[in-house]
Every structure is written in structure tokens, then in C-alpha cells.
């Protein structure tokens, strides 16, 4: 059962344009989205976060967008550059009942590569 | 910049050992957490631990496997007697809160289970 989904495993951007990624989700419990970015043979990297009460976050080249009614996230990195190229993962959380520590459900992925 | 560290990087066993996998959290977080990753998979969540107690655990989380924080900085994650399909990439993570606050990973470990 796949609660996130990342739909395209590869996505191929020219250097300087825009790149992007898109997630769909299909619990409604989830509250809080994050962007993690992973080289091979590293940890997830944290990138952006967004809480389900708000519709977009900013940081620097990173945008993520969110659409509750229609469970879609986006990130979008703007200008792409060649150090974007990776996997990204999307990841989500529920509230967990007990007030503790909630694991992440994340997404299959997106290899991202930025083209010269 | 604070970070997660975990050792070993790469942690070769025979089937049916036990390995304990170390990581060494950011030092004011007080929430930890196992996840793994077989290869070509996704990450998955195996288990999350707070006030020295296990907070919340996934399916995969069965009783080969037990998580401790003997000291006050360092969180380990046991399997007592692996398995083939064990094999994977063992990351750790913490954060300052629960609920929605920010995961940072470690590098992980590789265990390769022969």
C-alpha cells in the first residue's frame, strides 16, 4: 500500500531551468510533507518541510507547494543546477496518537538529472 | 554544523548473527528513529523512540530487533540473529520534537547479511 506516491522515477532538467518534482499522497491523517535529497551511498539530506496548514513554503531555490483537497505536493528548484542532481524523496507525516515520535512514510523517489 | 553519525559504514555478518548498529544523535534531540532501505526500495520506517522508551514501531519491526540508548549520547539499533533479506542500508535519524518537526539523517550503515 502505497500512502506516497512519486510517480516518475527519473525527471531530466537543463541546467538553469526549472525542475519539478511531484508527490501524491492518499492518507488524509497526514500533516506535515518533507523533501529530502540522497546521493548514493548517503543519509536523506533534509531540504523543506511543509505543514498541512499552509499551501507553500519558500527557501532560497526551493518551493514546495501543497494541495490538500487534491493530496499533491510539488517541490520546485529554480534555477536548477548541475549539485541538484539526486534522488529525491518526499516523505509525510501523521499525527501519532500517542504524542511521541512519528515515523516517516516516504515515497519511492525521483532521480533528478540536471543536464549541462 | 550539528549531524547524525552512525557506524560502522559497512557492517559485513553470517547468517544468524547478532550486529548492533551504532548512531550517535544530534546532542540536544530528544527524539530517535531506525529506518532501512533495501536496495532499490524506499526508505521505510522501522521504529522511533523517546523518554527511553519505544514510541512507535512498523510491521517490520518484529522481535529480532530491539533498540537501546545506553548512555546519554549514543542510540543503538540490535538484530539478534539475522537474516538474508536484512541486508540493507540502516539509517538513523533525530529530531528535536515529535510530531511535525524535521528528521536528520545519518549516513547510514550497509549490512550485508551472508
Known amino acids: 500500500d502505497q500512502q506516497v506516491k512519486q510517480n516518475s522515477p527519473s525527471l531530466s532538467v537543463q541546467e538553469g531551468r526549472i525542475s519539478i518534482l511531484n508527490c501524491d499522497y492518499t492518507n488524509s491523517m497526514f500533516d506535515y510533507f518533507l523533501w529530502y535529497k540522497k546521493y548514493p551511498a548517503e543519509g536523506p539530506t533534509f531540504l523543506i518541510s511543509?505543514?498541512?496548514?499552509?499551501d507553500k513554503n519558500e527557501d532560497g531555490r526551493f518551493t514546495v507547494f501543497l494541495n490538500k483537497s487534491a493530496k499533491h505536493l510539488s517541490l520546485h528548484i529554480v534555477p536548477s543546477q548541475p549539485g541538484d542532481s539526486a534522488v529525491y524523496f518526499c516523505a509525510a507525516s501523521a499525527p501519532f496518537s500517542g504524542g511521541g515520535a512519528d515515523g516517516l512514510t516516504f515515497g519511492k523517489g525521483t532521480h533528478l538529472i540536471i543536464q549541462p | 554544523e550539528p549531524e547524525v553519525t552512525q557506524t560502522p559504514s559497512h557492517q559485513v555478518t553470517q547468517m544468524g548473527q547478532e550486529v548492533i548498529l551504532r548512531c550517535v544523535p544530534i546532542?540536544?534531540?530528544?527524539?530517535f528513529y531506525w529506518y532501512r532501505q533495501i536496495l532499490g526500495q524506499k526508505v521505510e520506517f522501522l521504529v522511533s523512540?523517546?523518554?527511553?522508551?519505544?514510541?512507535?514501531k512498523s510491521e517490520i519491526f518484529d522481535d529480532q530487533f530491539s533498540v537501546e540508548r545506553p548512555d546519554g549520547s549514543n542510540f543503538t539499533l540490535k538484530i539478534r540473529s539475522t537474516k538474508l533479506e536484512d541486508s540493507a542500508m540502516y539509517f538513523c535519524?533525530?529530531?528535536?520534537?515529535?510530531?511535525?518537526?524535521?528528521?536528520?539523517f545519518g549516513p547510514g550503515t550497509r549490512l550485508t547479511v551472508l
Open positions: 523512540f523517546y523518554n527511553n522508551e519505544i514510541s512507535e
Open positions: 546532542s540536544n534531540h530528544l527524539y
Open positions: 535519524a533525530s529530531s528535536a520534537r515529535g510530531g511535525g518537526d524535521t528528521q536528520y
Open positions: 511543509i505543514s498541512s496548514i499552509k
